[in-house]
């Protein structure tokens, strides 16, 4: 029996380890991320962003993650990444998602609050052991890029501890996505992590999941800090692409006779695992399934 995700980031947040969370558009990424969880015996959230879910379809996604659960019997779950809106929320729900990211972030606190608080309600009603997110704060930029030039955090895009305490009660969200300094997507500076602010959030809300976004380009040294203060949840979107697609662009070059797409695939899977295999290290999320 593979425990609800609920209870392996109940166990993250005690402990003080964090559930890596990757995102996939495709399936060579999937297996990539697979075969390094099961190597290291990890469990996973694998994200799907609006964009990821519509190109692979809802009930594809949710399928793919269930066929490899079932084969390995290991904790892995689906999460509808960044959602931004009820309706694409409730589509993710009803599809069969483990997980709910609704990100309302760039609305007021109060429209945020409200909207989140129904896909609580509505995801509790279809099932219990969905993990809902909230975000609050919001995030520079985008994940599919990386940057030529620095990127500043405003300090007014932060996450206020007591917003964050406020929205986890009125909400009863099971997760939360405070702003704490990282950015989507890669640029030329590296990010400071607000680490205090992540320690009071955590002082504040002692039983919530406490996510970090933007987790690529963050150095390993602040992500080992943001797990002791508090952070159980990581998620790495833009290292992953970075390898697969540069790894891509090589092969192509190199292997110019090549027309057999799984053997053109082989190197972007191998690439891609070596990085999930490093941060699964990096959040102490190994031998955990
Ligand atoms: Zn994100």
């Known amino acids: 029996m593979i425990k609800p995700l609920k209870e392996v980031l109940a166990s993250a947040t005690r402990e003080r380890w964090a559930v890596p969370h990757f995102n996939v ?11 390094a969880c ?8 694998i994200g799907t962003s609006e964009g990821e879910r519509e190109f692979i379809g809802l009930e594809q996604a949710v399928a793919l993650v269930k066929s490899y659960r079932d084969e390995y019997q290991m904790p892995f779950y689906l999460n509808a990444d960044h959602t931004k809106s009820v309706e694409k929320a409730k589509l993710a729900i009803d599809a069969g998602y483990d997980s709910i990211h609704i990100d309302l972030s760039k609305e007021s606190l109060e429209d945020n609050l409200r909207k989140t608080k129904e896909v609580v309600e509505y995801a509790r009603a279809k099932n219990d052991a969905i993990s809902v997110e909230g975000e609050i ?6 994940s599919s890029k990386v940057y030529k030039s620095a990127i500043d955090v405003p300090p007014e895009s932060l996450a206020n501890p007591d917003d964050a305490s406020r929205f986890v009660h009125e909400t009863s969200v099971n997760r939360l996505a405070p702003a704490v300094g ?3 997507g890669i640029a030329l500076n590296e990010p400071h992590l607000d680490i205090p602010r992540i320690a009071r959030i955590r002082e504040l809300l002692p039983d919530t999941a406490c ?3 933007g987790g690529s380009g963050v150095p390993h040294d602040q992500i080992k800090q943001a797990i002791s203060a508090g952070i159980s949840n ?22 110019k006779d090549e027309y057999a797409l799984y053997k053109i695939m082989a190197p972007e899977i191998a ?3 070596k990085i999930v295999l490093l941060h699964i290290d990096l959040f102490g999320s190994g031998g955990k399934a």
């Not at 558009?25 to 075969?35: D, R, S, T």
């Not at 190597?39 to 996973?44: D, G, L, M, Q, T």
């Open 182 to 184: 990282s950015i989507h």
């Open 271 to 273: 690439e891609v695992k």
């Open 211 to 213: 996510v970090l976004h």
């Open 234 to 255: 990581i998620h790495i979107s833009t290292d992953l692409r970075v390898a697969f697609v540069d790894t891509l662009r090589k092969e192509l070059d190199a292997e």
């Open 25 to 35: 558009p495709n399936l060579e990424m999937l297996k990539a991320i697979i075969e």
């Open 38 to 45: 099961v190597e290291k015996r990890s469990p996973v959230m």
């Open 137 to 142: 704060g919001y995030l520079m930029t985008d």
